[in-house]
């Protein structure tokens, strides 16, 4: 190995020792026959405990003269970005039998509120379609009149911005200041949305606005779900269906096979129909045998997909379900997101919950485990029963020096270093369960979790805490709706939202 190789490795391990003992992988092994009551119950309590934790963290956080979070001062040039506070009071809303502190949710929703203009946008002059998405979802878990017709407002406004049709062609209304110019069902931005002021749509925004229609109660058959779809299969790598039927018309999509999604149709107007995506190319096998470069598709936008084709209302038979579902088989890890690394590593959290809640399963069956990116699996010497530990790596330049190493020892321990989970048996894996463990290992001692990559704005503390809470929130609202239900009580309160 080269010596800059090596020391690049050694200094990662040595510089945060205490690190690389605190995270653990991301999975406990798969409960046994013997005692699922027991890891049901162990897995609760740690989910509640971590639950709690957060939610400490959060409260102290709030802004205690608006009831917002990330509320910048008076006359500051830091841009207000309203979807801090939605996400984090959907967090605290989510709260199995309601927030620990309604005196404080009741804050927040009122900010939200006072920040709603006459079009029925929330925001704060940035970001305007992203921060009202998210304001609406949290909006609509509140459950009184007031907030119900204030997300119903803020949808309104949303289809607005949704790349479509002119009124009276049959798509998404028009008009309004974030209004898009029309486009034909064949253009590449058809029935996406962006960051507004008619900006080139992408997945996380269009995921986002689906979210808040589905949060709010609009059916899946709604013409706005409708268009969504067809912008959705745009960003699918998967030109046809196994049974011929065609997916996705884009040029970057011939003779791809993937199943998973990429970020955008194209990086901008000048480019619409190039495609986009964060994770870059691979070399991949095309459907007639040949080997070309083609987009990558990746774990968050991949999990943003898969859960938007389910509120869009199609099932698990649908071939673009399907697809999408393999590639998830095929990329599973909780440790970091698949085919980027660190980057957007909590919004993958967020992703992934919400598509595997929305799926309905406890379990997905995986195939392999998705090798890391940026960093290695370190496993010690010597006990049978020890689980592998996460290191992470700067870089993948740094993670490749590391895996180089073959073995290290940390504190006088030697163990072998691996890119993959040595101790990952393909199968079901409790979704759940694994996600729990995996945020466990990453939580402070304040409840805040910690930050693997600023990107994104993932240096955040208040944002990685609210994506960390949503996804947690979301594995325990989904291991509820799998339990026998008491006999249903008239004058009962309303339980949480379904995902």
Same mark, same amino acid.
């Given at each position: ?13 040595? #510089? &945060?020792? !205490? $690190?690389? %003992?605190?995270?653990? *992988? @991301? +999975?406990?092994?798969? /409960?046994?026959? =013997? ?99 998210? #304001? &609406?979802? !949290? $909006?609509? %878990?509140?459950?009184? *009149? @007031? +907030?119900?017709?204030? /997300?119903?407002? =803020? ?148 999990y943003a997909g898969f859960k938007s084709l ?171 709706l799998a339990r026998p239900q008491p006999p ?12």
């Open positions: 190995m080269h010596p800059l190789a090596r020391s690049i490795a050694l200094a990662l391990c040595a #510089a &945060a020792p !205490a $690190l690389c %003992r605190a995270q653990p *992988a @991301q +999975a406990a092994p798969p /409960a046994t026959a =013997a005692a699922p009551a027991q890891a049901a119950l162990a897995w609760e309590a740690l989910a509640g405990r971590v639950a709690r934790d957060a939610t400490a963290f959060l409260l102290r956080a709030q802004d205690p003269a608006t009831g917002g979070w990330n509320v910048p001062p008076r006359g500051s040039q830091t841009p207000h970005l309203p979807a801090f506070t939605g996400l984090a009071l959907n967090a605290l809303l989510m709260e199995p039998g309601g927030p620990s502190d309604p005196d404080a949710a009741d804050r927040a929703a009122r900010f939200l509120l006072s920040l709603q203009g006459p079009d029925g946008g929330i925001h704060a002059g940035t970001l305007p379609t992203y921060n009202t998405a998210i #304001a &609406a979802s !949290a $909006l609509s %878990r509140l459950g009184t *009149a @007031q +907030a119900s017709a204030a /997300a119903d407002r =803020a949808v309104d406004f949303l289809r607005a911005a949704q790349w479509g049709a002119a009124i009276g062609q049959g798509a998404s209304p028009a008009g309004g200041p974030e209004a898009p110019t029309p486009v034909p069902k064949e253009h590449p931005f058809f029935g996406g949305i962006g960051y507004g002021n008619r900006g080139r749509p992408d997945i996380s925004n269009l995921a986002f606005f689906l979210q808040a229609m589905h949060d709010t109660g609009v059916p899946a058959d709604d013409p706005a779900f409708v268009s969504a779809l067809g912008f959705l299969a745009r960003l699918q790598m998967l030109e046809r269906a196994p049974d011929g039927t065609p997916v996705n018309p884009m040029p970057y999509a011939i003779g791809s096979a993937q199943g998973g999604f990429i970020y955008a149709t194209g990086p901008g107007p000048q480019g619409p129909a190039e495609g986009q995506s964060f994770a870059g190319q691979i070399d991949e096998t095309l459907s007639d045998g040949s080997v070309a470069s083609r987009l990558r598709a990746y774990g968050s936008v991949s389910i509120y869009a209302g199609l099932t698990a038979d649908d071939p673009r379900v399907h697809a999408v579902l393999g590639w998830a088989r095929e990329h599973y890890t909780l440790a970091e997101n698949p085919g980027i690394g660190a980057d957007g590593y909590y919004y993958y959290l967020l992703m992934f919950a919400r598509a595997m809640h929305a799926s309905g399963s406890p379990t997905l069956d995986a195939a392999r485990p998705e090798p890391l990116l940026t960093g290695a699996y370190w496993l010690p010497a010597g006990s049978a029963d020890a689980q592998p530990t996460v290191l992470r790596a700067a870089t993948p330049q740094a993670a490749a020096a590391l895996l180089a190493l073959g073995s290290i020892s940390i504190d006088g321990r030697p163990g072998t270093l691996s890119q993959v989970p040595p101790d990952f048996t393909p199968g079901p894996r409790d979704w759940r369960r694994d996600l729990t463990a995996a945020l466990a290992a990453l939580q402070n001692p304040d409840g805040s979790f910690r930050s693997l990559d600023d990107r994104w704005l993932e240096n955040n503390p208040v944002l990685v805490t609210s994506y960390a809470l949503l996804a947690l929130q979301h594995a325990r609202a989904s291991a509820a249903a009580d008239a004058h009962a309160a309303p339980g949480p939202a379904q995902p």
